[in-house]
């Protein structure tokens, strides 16, 4: 059974940071593009960064250079490093899955087909 478990987010100031996590169960992560998307009320889903099988790795203009994706593949988990917060990042997480065959890591949350339950992610001014 495919598994998508969130955590890591709160509520921080300004400038702060935060590290997401996503555990994974049910498939290995290795053979599969990860991402990370987020959703604030009243505004459509977009996505943050993504993460394919090998190391290419794709980002939000609005989150480049301060977020990082990565993954432990030991410990089936995709990380989301979220450093210089700032309001407009509050949002609510979602990591999610492509097992496709061909799966490119897309920015599109269309071609994900697991996601997880999310995780709330507050930044104040």
């Known amino acids: 059974q495919v598994q998508l478990v969130e955590s890591g987010g709160g509520s921080v100031q300004a400038g702060g940071s935060l590290r997401l996590s996503c555990s994974v169960s049910g498939f290995t992560i290795s053979r599969a593009c990860m991402g990370w998307f987020r959703q604030a009320p009243g505004l459509e889903r977009e996505g943050v960064a993504t993460?394919?099988?090998?190391?290419?790795?794709s980002y939000a203009d609005t989150v480049k250079g301060r977020f990082t994706i990565s993954r432990d593949n030991a410990k089936n988990t995709v990380y989301l490093e979220m450093n210089s917060l700032k309001p407009e990042d509050t949002a609510m997480y979602y990591c999610?899955?492509?097992?496709?065959?061909?799966?490119?890591?897309?920015?599109?949350?269309?071609?994900?087909?697991?996601w997880g339950q999310g995780t709330q992610v507050t930044v104040s001014s």
């Open positions: 993460l394919g099988r090998g190391a290419g790795t």
């Open positions: 999610a899955a492509d097992l496709s065959l061909w799966c490119k890591a897309a920015m599109d949350g269309y071609a994900y087909d697991y």
